[in-house]
């Protein structure tokens, strides 16, 4: 007679902790892939509300700071209450960059900006608060809703990269006295104050070579390296990349020696919060849609490591954003979403690690803290981040294809595709035309100037036009499962349903 030893329970690849010098490179490489992100935020929102570049230098490492604060709560968690526990990458959302600027701008620019922190403290109070109820209502994002989001967060995504690639169509000038061009033209508007002219370095061909060696490069490594060196195909180009780019003169280290070794913004730097009711439901709405946006993120990650996540899950999870939201109003920073570029990096490398996150979010904190080490990642060229960052907003619509196709199209009375073609229709709209909104009121822009903001309501209010709120048609057998069909249900809740009506 044999005995063995009780089998152990298998540990489930979002748990499982990697070598450590495996757990490193990989870190570095979601670092690298939401840096330029995430650093957007505050490169656009410093000038935009008249902050000097030691004001914009406070914003960028205060965000980076607050991102790897909730990258390693996301990823690690803190005992019931925080964190998802996959491996998801929290960054500056977007969606608040309109909020922002007009909220600043309306009251005098950068003093206008603790009325933003206070705001921002408010809502992230108030989104701690509808965490856990927001996640109940999780039956509302079937495949429909949240593979239409997800492809469209991928694709309005896409202008960001294309000018780390390309730069700035137009500089702007200005001036007191009306000046020519080298051809007698003037370059200032009719005012004498400020105008646009062609920048003479944007769309450079060699720019653009460079963008698309770094493209090729990933595609290469991923088909014909295999193990962990085809799981860093990213991080090996974008390291190739920067090296083929010196000779161009495209890295340039110079601030990395004046920068200092440690340095933390002082909360409050532009002064003790101040509250505005409009300011504040602003940021409330800011927060709703974050929580849609990290809903959709979220529920994909959760199906690309194949862990199911529960309504409690989920709200672990929205609450992050929350906090996130909390602490940059006390530390001059951003509210934070799961980053959709990190989804796409999971879905290409298919590493479902979360302690990979975690390191990711120590390389941020150790960014945000120490000036000298985050010089070093700016100094990374736009066109080799941008080629890097093609990809993975590329693959972020690709994984909304994919939600995607778990919905039916079939029967007489599906409208599934109707709703994605007018919810793209509309969401579309911001990423191609900016300016299109301009005469409407700016509440009305802080809403539907974002592609990904109008595409949510759309796609949302549809999906329950057509899919949930049929109050002329009377409940028969099998309604549950066509609504499964018809994509307004997950399958994993059809037999909560049917428990809940029986």
Same mark, same amino acid.
């Given at each position: 007679?044999?005995?063995?030893?009780?089998?152990?329970?298998?540990?489930?690849?979002?748990?499982?902790?990697?070598?450590?010098?495996?757990?490193?490179?990989?870190?570095?490489?979601?670092?690298?892939?939401?840096?330029?992100?995430?650093?957007?935020?505050?490169?656009?929102?410093?000038?935009?509300?008249?902050?000097?570049?030691?004001?914009?230098?406070?914003?960028?490492?205060?965000?980076?700071? /607050?991102?790897?604060?909730?990258?390693? !709560?996301?990823?690690?968690?803190?005992?019931?209450?925080?964190?998802v526990?996959?491996?998801?990458v929290?960054?500056?959302?977007?969606?608040?960059?309109?909020?922002m600027?007009?909220?600043?701008?309306?009251?005098?620019?950068?003093?206008?900006?603790?009325?933003?922190?206070g705001?921002?403290?408010?809502?992230g109070i108030?989104?701690?608060?509808?965490?856990?109820?927001?996640?109940?209502?999780?039956?509302?994002?079937?495949p429909?809703?949240?593979?239409? /989001?997800?492809?469209?967060?991928?694709?309005?995504? !896409?202008?960001?990269?294309?000018?780390?690639?390309?730069?700035?169509?137009?500089?702007?000038?200005?001036a007191?006295?009306?000046?020519?061009?080298?051809?007698?033209?003037?370059?200032?508007?009719?005012?004498?104050?400020?105008?646009?002219m062609?920048?003479?370095?944007?769309?450079?061909?060699?720019?653009?070579?460079?963008?698309?060696?770094?493209?090729?490069?990933?595609v290469a490594?991923?088909?014909?390296?295999?193990?962990?060196?085809g799981?860093?195909?990213?991080?090996?180009?974008?390291?190739?990349?920067?090296?083929?780019?010196?000779p161009?003169?495209?890295?340039?280290?110079?601030a990395?020696?004046?920068?200092?070794?440690?340095?933390?913004?002082?909360?409050?730097?532009f002064?003790?919060?101040?509250?505005?009711?409009?300011?504040?439901?602003?940021?409330c709405?800011?927060?709703?849609?974050?929580?849609?946006?990290?809903?959709?993120?979220?529920?994909?990650?959760?199906?690309? #490591?194949?862990?199911?996540?529960?309504?409690?899950?989920?709200?672990?999870?929205?609450?992050?954003d929350?906090?996130?939201?909390?602490?940059?109003?006390?530390?001059?920073?951003?509210?934070?979403?799961?980053?959709a570029?990190?989804v796409?990096?999971?879905?290409?490398?298919?590493?479902?690690s979360?302690?990979?996150?975690?390191?990711?979010?120590?390389?941020?904190v150790i960014?945000?803290?120490?000036?000298?080490?985050g010089?070093?990642?700016?100094?990374l060229?736009?066109?080799?981040?941008?080629?890097?960052?093609? /990809?993975?907003?590329?693959?972020?619509?690709?994984?909304?294809?994919? #939600?995607?196709?778990?919905?039916?199209?079939?029967?007489?009375?599906?409208h599934?595709?109707?709703?994605i073609?007018?919810?793209?229709?509309?969401?579309l709209?911001?990423?191609?035309?900016?300016?299109?909104?301009?005469?409407?009121?700016?509440?009305?822009?802080?809403?539907?100037?974002?592609?990904?903001?109008?595409?949510? !309501?759309?796609?949302?209010?549809?999906?329950?036009?057509?899919?949930?709120?049929?109050?002329?048609?009377?409940?028969?057998?099998?309604?549950?499962?066509?609504?499964?069909?018809?994509?307004?249900?997950?399958?994993?809740?059809?037999?909560?349903?049917?428990?809940?009506?029986?």
């Open positions: 007679m044999t005995s063995s030893a009780p089998a152990r329970d298998a540990v489930h690849p979002v748990d499982e902790v990697l070598p450590l010098p495996r757990l490193l490179v990989l870190g570095l490489q979601h670092l690298f892939i939401m840096y330029a992100g995430a650093i957007a935020v505050p490169l656009i929102v410093g000038p935009a509300v008249g902050l000097d570049e030691s004001d914009i230098a406070i914003l960028v490492s205060a965000d980076l700071l /607050v991102c790897g604060i909730a990258s390693i !709560i996301q990823s690690a968690g803190i005992g019931r209450i925080l964190g526990r996959l491996p998801v929290a960054g500056a959302t977007f969606t608040v960059l309109n909020p600027i007009i909220i600043a701008t309306s009251y005098g620019g950068r003093d206008g900006l603790p009325y933003v922190y705001a921002m403290i408010v809502a108030f989104g701690l608060v509808i965490a856990k109820p927001f996640s109940m209502i999780i039956r509302f994002f079937p429909l809703v949240t593979g239409t /989001v997800i492809a469209m967060i991928g694709l309005s995504l !896409i202008g960001a990269n294309i000018g780390l690639i390309a730069g700035d169509k137009t500089s702007t000038f200005t007191k006295i009306p000046e020519l061009d080298a051809a007698g033209r003037p370059f200032l508007d009719s005012d004498g104050k400020v105008a646009e062609i920048n003479p370095d944007s769309g450079q061909v060699s720019h653009i070579v460079l963008a698309a060696v770094v493209v090729v490069l990933i490594f991923a088909r014909f390296l295999r193990g962990f060196l799981q860093t195909s990213v991080l090996l180009a974008i390291v190739i990349g920067t090296i083929i780019a010196i161009m003169g495209l890295v340039d280290f110079s990395v020696g004046s920068s200092g070794w440690f340095g933390i913004a002082q909360p409050f730097h002064g003790p919060p101040k509250f505005a009711a409009a300011a504040i439901i602003s940021m709405i800011v927060m709703l849609v974050t929580y849609v946006e990290s809903t959709a993120d979220m529920l994909a990650v959760g199906e690309l #490591t194949g862990r199911d996540l529960s309504p409690n899950d989920l709200a672990r999870g929205l609450a992050v929350g906090l996130s939201a909390f602490l940059a109003g006390f530390m001059n920073s951003f509210p934070d979403t799961a980053y570029e990190n796409g990096l999971v879905s290409m490398t298919n590493i479902k979360r302690w990979v996150v975690t390191v990711c979010g120590v390389g941020l960014l945000g803290l120490v000036p000298k080490v010089a070093i990642v700016a100094a060229p736009g066109p080799v981040v941008g080629g890097a960052a093609t /990809v993975m907003f590329a693959m972020v619509t690709a994984v909304g294809i994919r #939600t995607l196709h778990k919905v039916s199209f079939g029967g007489p009375n599906n599934n595709l109707l709703i073609a007018v919810s793209f229709s509309i969401g709209i911001p990423t191609i035309q900016p300016d299109f909104y301009q005469h409407f009121s700016s509440d009305f822009q802080v809403i539907f100037g974002s592609s990904i903001t109008s595409t949510v !309501i759309v796609v949302f209010v549809l999906n329950l036009i057509f899919n949930h709120w049929l109050p002329n048609f009377p409940r028969k057998a099998g309604a549950v499962e066509a609504a499964v069909e018809a994509g307004a249900v997950s399958p994993e809740q059809e037999g909560v349903i049917q428990r809940t009506e029986a």
